[in-house]
């Protein structure tokens, strides 16, 4: 789009509109090449001032790109969406928006669509409760993955020297390039997701067809693996190496989580795995032990707790006793080691080397609770 200028002494409005405060002559003359560049973009001084308050002048191209202006307050989303309001305001509190001001343009297109297709599935029997279940699952996963997204695209863009308008350019350009492709990866994703917990499971079996209810509480297995020391490392390597161990964590668990074992979710320095199965789950968290040890002095031991017993999964997470219990466990288990409870022990004694550890006072537990330590048949130690 051509560029327009500004009527007279456009350094001057952008003065007088508070948009050059406080900046020296350098970062002055960049802050106006800048301006220039939005205002012929069609951004208005009201906007500029709305973006220069909060810092993100140089995602205004970017964000047009991403979804459009911000031109509708929360009553125009309302009447041009046909969605209630308040269930508006449940799904944006589910996404974690805050509440805008009644005469605030904070919502744009595609607020609109998106409000839009939450009534087309409340219309189809979808219930609210259910759908703000699922956009609260949906935006926590899909936060992170736009949190990682905008650190590729930064990195695909940023190098020493770049002015302001240069970044607001190359991160518009990057957009363009990439929007093309994220939509359909995410659906698609999502997808290979949906199709992999049909074959994961019998999700509706003869009780749950007979009754009319969703399955309830199982006999499981869980399995907490946290980074020993983690907070004492994060005082010693810089933020960006701190997230590489962590994740490193997750890419590991991911690749020796196979079925029946699953990688619930990583929970910063520390995953969450199930199985119905209690032996698999122990050969996992083993080798897990041994993927940490493999990685060097440099990377921290593994530590984990296993439990069983009655829990039930609701939103892709696993709530009941055994959840807390295991984690509970995974304290007070030595760096290096996998530590179970005696239902754990019970239910794969023949499989593993056991040593009894134990009666321990667990917080939150209680009685004491005996814990046995678990190793590979054939192994020492």
Known sequence: MAEETLTGDDEATFEAAGLLDGLGPAARAERVDLLRYLVGLGFSLEQLGHHSELGTLTLLPTNRVLGGDLVYTHDEVVARSGVPAEILDELRQAMGFPHPEPDELAFSDADIESARLAMEAYSLGVSEADLVDVTRVLSRGLAQAADLMREVSLRRVLEPGLSERELAERLCLSAEML????????????????????????????AERAGGVLPGFRDVTVAFADLVGFTRVGEEVPPAELGRVAARLETMALSLAEPPVLLVKSIGDAVLLVSPEAEPLLHCSLSLIDAADAEGEAYPQLRVGVARGPAQRHAGDWYGRPVNLASRVTGVARPGSVLATSEVHDAAREAFRWSFAGERRIRGVRGAVAVFRARELGTGG
């Open 179 to 206: 929007l093309p492709i994220i939509r359909p990866l995410v659906s698609e994703v999502m997808m290979l997701h949906l199709r992999g917990i049909t074959q994961d499971e019998m999700i509706v079996g003869a």
